[in-house]
């Protein structure tokens, strides 16, 4: 008598838990959009704030770590209070969390 065999029905690779994005890339995609609303060039505001386009570019993009007076510096040529950097990152956190199905964070009280 032939043993029993079993079969498995393979879907494909698991899914992977998405990261949350780091808080340099939320500043520099809030950036780049500010930007680029304003249809302005990175090198057009990179000479505003004294920097290199490089520079600007990388913060954009989330590849360099910009410190609070430089996102003052890139936020005031922009016109963009920085409170507005940090509410609109925040909200991309938000929507980053729901779409990944994490729902929102609450606040316990003491």
Same mark, same amino acid.
């Given at each position: 008598? =032939?043993?029993?065999?079993?079969? %498995? ?10 990261? =949350?994005?780091?808080?340099?890339? *939320? ?5 780049? /959009?500010?930007?680029? /609303? ?5 090198? /057009?505001? +990179? ?29 005031? +040529? *922009? ?16 929507? %980053? ?14």
């Amino acid at each position: 008598m =032939e043993p029993q065999r079993r079969l %498995t029905l393979v879907t494909g690779a698991p899914e992977q838990p998405r990261e =949350e994005p780091l808080v340099r890339e *939320l500043y520099g995609r809030v950036l780049r /959009d500010a930007r680029r /609303d304003q249809d302005r060039s990175l090198e /057009d505001v +990179a000479a505003e704030v004294g920097m290199s386009k490089q520079y600007l570019s990388e913060i954009e993009r989330g590849k360099k770590e910009p410190s609070s007076e430089m996102l003052r510096a890139v936020c005031g +040529a *922009l016109g963009l209070p920085v409170e507005h950097l940090l509410f609109r990152s925040g909200r991309r956190i938000g929507a %980053t969390n729901r779409s990944a199905g994490r729902g929102t964070p609450t606040m316990l009280a003491a």
